[in-house]
């Protein structure tokens, strides 16, 4: 069965610090990648996704960005972080369309990030 | 950002009464999706939908793909505690591969 690895599960970092948050997807292959961000109380937003290696789109311009060294591992990163970067950051991941129907995305358990 | 209208934004109710929520586009969805997040943790998939009028049940969970595949409604028969949490619609189009959510409703459930 497929399982979806997230961490770390909380961090705190000082405005100004470099973030790397990983993603890494086992049991499946050639899965699309994703990062959302989460506001407290608030809905999903998309920040990047991926359909290969190497391959990222990016949906906010922002103080982030996202790579995929291998099949199966996403990362998130930052230079320099802003207090407005503190929020909740899922990965996910779907399979591949097949035909014309897509596949649901199945998140990981999140990191908790706060910004100081 | 998000493109999807979900309502309502929060509910609070009884135990054993029954829960309606829906989620209305702008754009024609190829695919509806209802996830459940409880705190501290990410979503969790409910219910996938992929035809228009499709109507599939999860126990005591119902959801519709609308007609028109601009809305999808969520239906909770009897609630109970564990119901608490933040329900999310998600749709998505044709051949796309990014999914977009509603705000969420949030779910509060008295005993």
């Known amino acids: 069965s497929q399982t979806i690895h997230q961490w770390p599960a909380t961090l705190v970092q000082p405005v100004g610090s470099p973030l790397s948050l990983e993603c890494t997807v086992e049991?499946?292959?050639?899965?699309?990648l994703y990062w959302y961000r989460q506001a407290a109380g608030r809905g999903l937003q998309l920040l990047f996704y991926?359909?290969?290696?190497?391959?990222i789109s990016s949906e906010v311009p922002q103080n982030l960005s996202a790579s995929r060294p291998q099949d199966r591992q996403f990362i998130l990163s930052s230079k320099k972080l802003l207090l407005s970067d503190s929020g909740f950051y899922l990965c996910a991941w779907s399979t591949r369309p097949v035909s014309s129907y897509n596949s649901p995305l199945h998140f990981g358990n999140g990191t908790r990030l706060t910004v100081t | 950002g998000q493109q999807l209208n979900q309502s309502p934004q929060s509910m609070f109710i009884q135990e054993g009464e029954d829960v309606s929520m829906n989620c209305t586009s702008s754009?024609?969805?190829?695919?509806w999706l209802w996830y459940k997040q409880d705190p501290g943790e990410g979503p969790v998939l409910l219910i996938a939908l992929y035809k228009a009028g499709e109507l599939t049940s999860n126990g005591r969970l119902t959801a519709q793909f609308g007609i028109t595949r601009k809305d999808s409604f969520l239906n909770i028969s009897a609630s109970i505690p564990s119901d608490v949490g933040i329900y999310f619609c998600?749709?998505?189009?044709?051949?796309?591969?990014?999914?977009?959510f509603g705000a969420g409703t949030r779910l509060t459930v008295k005993p």
């Open positions: 991926s359909v290969g290696i190497g391959q």
């Open positions: 754009s024609i969805f190829n695919t």
């Open positions: 049991g499946t292959s050639n899965p699309n």
């Open positions: 998600a749709g998505q189009e044709r051949n796309n591969n990014d999914m977009r």
